[in-house]
């Protein structure tokens, strides 16, 4: 692997690890599809990313195809898989990530009172041996590999100091330490790290990792804490997204790192012009939006409302902004394109943009570039992004929508007739339903044949101005209770939100298989 660039300030290098496709992936809402976790391992590793935890392999089939092609996918960056620390978790985890330029197998059993009494049933003799052994076993497959203490912040700091030598000793060379339940404060994980550094002294020689989790809203906090303390490591996530109330942001650590870092004495490696597309991509991949006052990257982190505020940004924006728009990643948006540009033009600006496309998936992205460019004046790079983020994800088109016609007022009962096209075959409802798009919906599930429901809609304007695309977003629940996002782009709002519709059933179909088992 290609040896990353160690700014040479003689401040100390903090790694990050990203867990966004593991811990974040396994939170409710959050779960995506073998391309979408690829694309998004892809960002992660252009903006510069330590070690990328590509998933659980032992969890699920789907799991394992995850870690496997994120292993052998990314060249830059550490790959990490988790494994219990049990001998057949351990040969799924290395049968997954074998093939990974520098891959890494992550252990953990936990060693608090509470869980080893209540979750393993093991004694504490009985945790110490396991650990030990299995960081042993996992070696014998991997030169890396990392063992967390899980729940270490709520256990018998003589004990995890006596379980962390042990699995040094067999090999371990990251140690871990979360603080699973996101129970610590700042001023407890400094003393925590300082005092477990002095109990176990050869977690010095590796490397030693944060875990932080925000369910007192203390995760990144705990975490800088962290830092502060000496840890080599920190395990986040983008958006904060994660189990519970979320894992520490990624952004808001390596900002608060990038803008105080006289205060901190560390950087990270993070290419910070990258973090806005980062949060975005996970955006348009789960459907889920970040609120618009979080930290970093919601949509108010550098809006200036008020008067005397705009005042002083314009004169000299350093009288409120601790940081730019730019450092993030965050542009203005540049009149780019127009109708009459050609495809070496789009797909040269689809490239400076950061995307790799197929073949196919250029000429689609272009077929699309054209229609909005005939609706639409200006065409700015955040459309672009917007046709190109959803083409770069995409599942088989299942169905596809061939044409629609609404009645729709305040006096009547919205009716809806859709037709969508599956292969050459034309299918046509009627429904009717309380509002336009409540009946284009319910017809389309009597296409698909399904008692689809909608769990969540949102609309957004790409750009601003009337001509702007609608982005429209929904989260559908599937007979089998699983819920899939689905986008949809269009200068008609009825439009967007009714491709976003079939976006989703084409992820159901995509994921449970429906393609093959009712032709
Ligand atoms: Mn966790």
Redesign the pocket.
Known sequence: MKDKDKRQTGFANVKIFD?TLR?GEQSPGMSMNLKEKIEMAKQLERMGVDIIEAGFAISSPGDFVSVQTIASTLKNCTVAGLARAAVKDIDKAWEALKEAEDPRIHIFLATSPLHMEYKLRMTPDQVYEQAAAMTAYAKKYCANVEFSAEDATRSDIGFLAKVIEGVIAAGATAVNL?D?VGYTTPEENYRFFMNIREKAPSLNKIVISA?C?NDLGLGVANSLAAIRAGVTQV?CTINGI??RAG?AAMEEIVMALYVRKEEYRAETNIITTEIARSSNLLTRITGVKVQPNKAIVGENAFAHEAGIHQHGVMQNPLTYEIMTPASIGLKESNLVLGKHSGKHAFGQRVESLGYTLSESEMITAFEKFKVLADKKKQVYDKDIEAIVAKESVQVPKTFALKNFVINSGNTITSTAAIALMRGNRQFERVAGGDGPLDAAFKAINKIVGMNLSLEDYKLNAVTEGEDAMGDALVLVKSEKSNVYSGRGLSTDITEASINAYINAVNKMYYAEGRCKSDE
């Open positions: 867990t811990d979360p699973t875990h989790h395990e994660g189990e894992n």
